[in-house]
Structures are given as C-alpha cells and as structure tokens.
T-cell receptor, first 115, second 113 residues
C-alpha cells in the first residue's frame, strides 16, 4: 500500500493563479480531509468528505473548492491564489468503522508559496 | 464544542532526560484519544492511542494513560533521544458518530545531544 499520496510536494504560484493539489489513498477509506498548517496555528480543517459525492466545509473553507468523484481521490482546488494561502497542506484519510476507525493517515504534505 | 489543549513549546531537553507533554481535553461522552508525531518535513503519523478510560497507549518507548477523572492524556517517555525531536499533537475523537477529530496545536520537542 502506498497509503496517502500528495502531489506536488512543492509549488510556487503568483497571486491570482489557480491550481489543484492532488490527494489519493489506496486503503479504501471513506473519510478524507484537507488541513493547512501554519506556524503557531496548528492544523486547521479546510474541507472534508465522508464518501464519494459528499463533501462539507471545515473551519477555513474560503478560497478553496473540493470534489470527491471516487473513494480514492480528493483534490483541493485554489481558484485564485492569494498570499494568505501560503502554507503547508496535508491530506488525511481514515475509516469510519472497524477496529482502527478514526485513526488518521496523513500524506507527506504540499508546501505552497503564493507570491 | 470539543477542544484539546496542549502545553506550549518548544520543550528543550538533553538526551536521556524524562519527557512529559501535557494534554487535556473537553468532550461530551467518552472520546478516543491519540498522540500523533510529525518529524521535520513530514506528515503526521500515529504514535499511540487509547479508546477508553484507564487504557494505556504505548509505542517506541512513549506512553500515555487515558485519565477520565482529570480529562487528561499526558505523553511521557523515560529517556528521550535526539531522534525524538519532532512536533507532537494530541487529538480526540468524540463518540457518537462524529467524523472530525479535534487536534491540539502541537508541542515542539527539541532534544540536544
């Protein structure tokens, strides 16, 4: 199992550009989520999904869109990048039932800089 | 709502020192409790967990006991190594069908040789 994979690992954007951060998992997890990590702020939840076709907003959803067309993939879209979106982004997944349910598996992160 | 409070860091120790990182939670019901570790440049990974009161989670020499009476889940290690330098996150996961874990803000540990 590859676990949770994220691409790209690093990205530099100019203000106003758009891009998609990719996230995929091969563990058949129902739950997937996106966090951003900023110094002194811990992890902040952006969006999450409990299955294909179902998404919802987290704590800081503004400026980000998501979709979940398959169980495996959960891309995060920045429609018009702003310097305030400079951060490290983590994708996570987990089961919603079973002995290891709610144990979060994290990807390696995408480090995004917006100039 | 649910919350997790961790001691602020950084915690700076010499190698072989004893480590305690405090974590307290507020939650309705009986949450599951977790410690995650984030090594430099990596994502978080599960370190240990406990799912009910008085359970002790342990892994890699780290331990934490689920204390319902004090709503705490403090992380301890008897003798830290330089390789333990990382950021440690305490998290809770409420019972009753909640999908979203609650994370503390993280505590940075720096271990000097």
């Amino acid at each position: 199992n590859a676990g949770v994979t994220q691409t790209p690992k690093f990205q530099v954007l100019k203000t106003g550009q758009s891009m998609t951060l990719q996230c995929a998992q091969d563990m058949n997890h129902e739950y997937m989520s996106w966090y951003r990590q900023d110094p002194g702020m811990g992890l902040r939840l952006i969006h999450y999904s409990v299955g294909a076709g179902i998404t919802d907003q987290g704590e800081v959803p503004n400026g980000y869109n998501v979709s979940r067309s398959t169980t495996e993939d959960f891309p995060l879209r920045l429609l018009s990048a702003a310097p305030s979106q400079t951060s490290v982004y983590f994708c996570a997944s987990s089961l919603l039932a079973g002995s290891s349910y709610n144990e979060q598996f994290f990807g390696p992160g995408t480090r995004l800089t917006v100039l | 709502g649910d919350s997790v409070t961790q001691m602020e860091g950084p915690v700076t120790l010499s190698e072989e020192a004893f480590l305690t990182i405090n974590c307290t939670y507020t939650a309705t019901g009986y949450p599951s409790l977790f410690w995650y570790v984030q090594y430099p440049g990596e994502g978080l990974q599960l370190l240990l967990k406990a799912t009910k009161a008085d359970d002790k989670g342990s892994n890699k020499g780290f331990e934490a006991t689920y204390r319902k009476e004090t709503t705490s889940f403090h992380l301890e290690k008897g003798s830290v190594q330089v390789s333990d330098s990382a950021v440690y996150f305490c998290a809770s996961y409420a019972s009753g069908g909640s999908y979203i874990p609650t994370f503390g803000r993280g505590t940075s540990l720096i271990v000097h040789p």
